[in-house]
């Protein structure tokens, strides 16, 4: 079975460019979650949504990010304009969720971000 | 504010040898524990939880025991082995469906 897929998996670019990460989560599951890997913070959650909708987004550090659930089979992360702290590796992740949390996360293998 | 906290950055256990991994929470509405395993250019996977319910929860070599009352809970590998060599995450959830990640322990397992 396919897990959670992200592209790209690695992007290298410069300040002031844009930026678009996405995510395809595993079919079936109607929770998705964007998390932000850096050192001094581990695994920050950004944004997650369920049943496409956005549920918490207290997690974005800034209007410079913002993401998206068309439908129930994909997800952007979009950073415009990107900066060098912005550099960190982004998971997405899924699950199947209903009220609490019972179901563990399944995540993609991430998408590694260098802002130049 | 870090709601997880995991003190411990890196640990260094022998093969065969016990190791304790720690994990510290603020948020009394947590109710729900899980470690995750990460290895490098991998996403993280899920290994063991435990319901606030319990206080031990026991899957093969891995074991998990939650203290409520001092917001603690502790991951036991016995015995190790070379091959849980890797990134341990800590993560809890409360009344919400989203999962908070402490920091992260590095753990490598020598022969």
């Known amino acids: 079975d396919a897990g959670v897929i992200q592209s790209p998996r690695h992007e290298v670019t410069e300040m002031g460019q844009e930026v678009t990460l996405r995510c395809k989560p595993i079919?079936?599951?109607?929770?998705l979650f964007w998390y932000r890997q850096t050192m001094m913070r581990g695994l920050e959650l950004l944004i997650y949504f369920n049943n496409n909708v956005p549920i918490d987004d207290s997690g974005m550090p800034e209007d410079r990010f913002s993401a998206k659930m068309p439908n129930a089979s994909f997800s952007t992360l979009k950073i415009q304009p990107s900066e060098p702290r912005d550099s960190a590796v982004y998971f997405c992740?899924?699950?199947?969720?209903?009220?609490?949390?019972?179901?563990?996360?399944?995540f993609g293998e991430g998408s590694r971000l260098t802002v130049l | 504010d870090q709601q997880v906290k995991q003190n411990s950055p890196s640990l260094s256990v022998q093969e065969g040898r016990i190791s304790i991994l720690n994990c510290d929470y603020t948020n009394s509405m947590f109710d729900y524990f899980l470690w995750y395993k990460k290895y490098p250019a991998e996403g993280p996977t899920f290994l063991i939880s435990?319901?606030?319910?319990?206080d031990k929860n026991e899957d093969g070599r891995f074991t998990v025991f939650l203290n409520k009352s001092a917001k603690h809970l502790s991951l036991h590998i016995v015995p190790s082995q070379p091959g849980d060599s890797a990134v341990y995450f800590c993560?809890?959830?409360?009344?919400?469906?989203?999962?908070?990640f402490g920091t992260g322990t590095r753990l490598q397992v020598f022969p």
């Open positions: 079919s079936g599951h109607n929770s």
């Open positions: 993560a809890a959830s409360g009344d919400t469906d989203k999962l908070i």
């Open positions: 992740a899924s699950s199947l969720q209903g009220g609490s949390l019972s179901g563990e996360l399944f």
């Open positions: 435990i319901s606030s319910i319990k």
